[in-house]
């Protein structure tokens, strides 16, 4: 067998995006060649079965990508996946109009309903929800010489076109708990949407990004939310369509092929070495056009490039990449009665005998004091939580969410229930050390007691088995997920959009000629499994010459092309609507 490859294309890293990418650039017509350290693809969209019949989810959960152009121009519907997405749905919340506080339910008000679909493009005639969802995260930074200000942020511009009363040079600056205080009338309703966007990765307290974290939060509530993912459960059915279309395309698939490096000759990049532990008997395989790295930012600089290729004072700046994003500590929960909510939380128009008594909350929805203290420990203190559990701000998905012909547990007489998830420090930072969330009966019980503030029978006579992941577990477990988390970098007002991470790494490209990025931590918009860094990224492969998509594509409305490359807007009619 040939001892070497080649190929136009070769991406290192079969996760989400990584796979998204190889999709786009197959259908291209480009040969790709797909290279995964792990002996499955997928990265975190994975599902496993820790016990026969017992189905989880350690990383993602929802699918925050409802909004993507990918499902239209990858027609995902071809390989396996089916989505029903309602644009013109009624404003959300009709389900979910109570939050959960210590002293028991808080109705979301009219005003907070409103509110909320105001902010989110939901009231006009006809809505700009999808719109505003793809600019905040299906368009690619702009170019370098384009100032970014309230004239040219692509979510402004929405704003301006659809809601201009809401279009404001403040907006700008202020947090999601301001632009929520100015629409929103209830404090718990406020804390919820917060918290959703705390674990998304966009910070709600922090100043600068209220839209992304608004639209963080907005991705998985109606309507961007679609059938049947919505019911929780079928993620990693998302990402076997993603890998169905890429194979179909014809791209390559290479598992158990860890990379050792990126060959470079003369500031270029033009091909990978694997490892000598890898599989596949090629060692060497090379890429005619670009080598893309999908995997994190930090491996891809300090290990597979390597300081010989680099100016030290830009490695320096990758090594300085914070990282403290807050990680998420998650458990699941084998039981053999379904849990039931107590009396205070339980109401008096919910159908239980139709959905079961426990729908999954978020909790304790109580003030923002609640949120700050929580917030606090993990990144101001960085340190093991130190607030009561009965305190501890956290959020729990049912079993009785998950399709109901995608079950989580199948074993009779038996429920499955999680995970219940809950922002902890990041583990590199945490001061009390790297392995300091490890100790898993102290932290399961932990995350117990805390839901059971909600739930009247997470006793041991009815727990048959809790499943605990620490943070450095799940990394240990997905090499992509450094920090603990899917965001891996924090999304703040200084790792947004044309600064993620760095200015000149933001549209993609590297200092290495034709060596590219497509990974969470080092592109926009960052975490959750959206199909956007990959659609993103097609832009700059067509600005330079590598991908000529075919009259399926189009680009971003808010797209600018870089003057002296190939505008990735198409000169012909394109046969699908942009909107």
């Known amino acids: 067998m040939s001892k070497e490859e080649r190929y136009d294309v070769v991406i290192i890293g079969a996760g989400h995006n990584g796979t998204t990418t190889a999709a786009y650039l197959s259908k291209c017509g480009l040969s790709v060649c797909l290279l995964e350290d792990r002996p499955e693809c997928g990265g975190a969209q994975e599902t496993c079965e820790p016990r026969a019949g017992m189905r989880i989810q350690p990383h993602a959960i929802a699918n925050y990508g409802g909004s993507a152009p990918g499902w239209e121009q990858l027609e995902l519907w071809k390989y396996g996946f089916r989505m029903d997405w309602k644009a013109g749905a009624d404003v959300p919340l009709d389900l979910n109009r109570f939050m959960l506080t210590s002293d028991g339910l808080s109705k979301v008000t009219d005003k907070d309903k409103m509110g909320w679909g105001k902010i989110c493009g939901m009231l006009t005639d006809p809505p700009f929800f ?8 299906w368009c690619p930074p702009h170019p370098p010489g384009v100032e970014v200000n309230e004239h040219t942020i692509p979510y402004m511009q929405v704003y301006k076109q659809h809601q201009p009363d809401m279009w404001t040079r403040e907006l700008l600056e202020m947090t999601m708990f301001d632009v929520m205080d100015e629409y929103l009338e209830t404090e718990p309703f406020k804390v919820n949407q917060a918290y959703i966007a705390l674990v998304s990765g966009a910070h709600g307290h922090m100043e600068g990004v209220a839209i992304p974290a608004v639209c963080s939060v907005a991705t998985v509530l109606p309507p961007a939310v679609a059938n049947p993912v919505a ?47 890898a599989t596949w008997s090629a060692k060497k395989i090379w890429a005619d056009k670009a080598v893309i790295s999908a995997v994190h930012i930090k491996p891809t600089f300090l290990e597979m490039v390597g300081p010989r290729h680099l100016d030290k004072g830009f490695l320096q700046r990758i090594k300085d990449l914070s990282l403290k994003g807050g990680s998420l500590y998650m458990t699941h929960y084998l039981t053999r009665e379904r849990l039931r909510l107590r009396p205070k939380f339980r109401r008096e128009d919910y159908r239980y005998e139709d959905y079961g008594s426990f729908m999954g909350p978020f909790f304790p929805m109580d003030s923002r004091q609640v949120y700050f203290d ?57 001061i009390e050390g790297l392995e300091a969330m490890e100790d898993k009966k102290k932290w399961n019980e932990y995350m117990r007691v805390a839901l059971s503030q909600v739930v009247e029978n997470l006793d041991y006579d009815n727990i048959v088995e809790v499943l605990g992941e620490s943070p450095l577990e799940q990394e240990f477990r997905n090499t992509g997920m450094l920090g603990g988390s899917w965001y891996g970098i924090r999304h703040d007002r200084d790792q947004w959009w044309n600064e993620r991470p760095l200015p000149e790494l933001a549209r993609y490209r590297t200092p290495i000629e034709r060596l590219y990025l497509s990974h969470q931590s080092s592109a926009h918009p960052g975490g959750l499994c959206l199909m956007a860094v990959g659609y993103n990224l097609m832009h700059i492969l067509i600005e330079d010459g590598i991908a000529e998509p075919g009259d399926w594509w189009y680009a971003s409305p808010w797209y600018i092309p870089e003057d002296g490359k190939v505008s990735a807007i198409p000169t012909r009619p394109s046969s699908v609507a942009t909107r």
């Not at 999808?130 to 995260?137: E, G, I």
Request: overall charge neutral.
């Open 130 to 137: 999808k719109d505003l969802m793809r600019a905040n995260f």
């Open 231 to 277: 019911p929780r459960g079928n993620i990693h059915g998302y990402y076997h369509a993603l890998l169905r279309c890429a194979i179909a395309h014809g791209a390559v698939v290479r598992t158990c092929c860890p990379v050792e490096e990126i060959i470079i000759e003369h500031g270029r990049a033009i091909g990978v070495r694997l490892r000598d532990d």
């Open 374 to 430: 929580h917030v606090a420990d993990v990144l101001g203190h960085q340190r093991n939580l130190r607030i009561p559990p009965e305190k501890a701000l956290f959020g729990m998905v049912a079993g009785e969410l998950y399709d109901q012909t995608h079950p989580q547990c199948t074993r009779p007489g038996l429920h499955i229930n999680g995970p219940q998830f809950m922002m902890v420090p990041t583990p590199e930072y945490n």
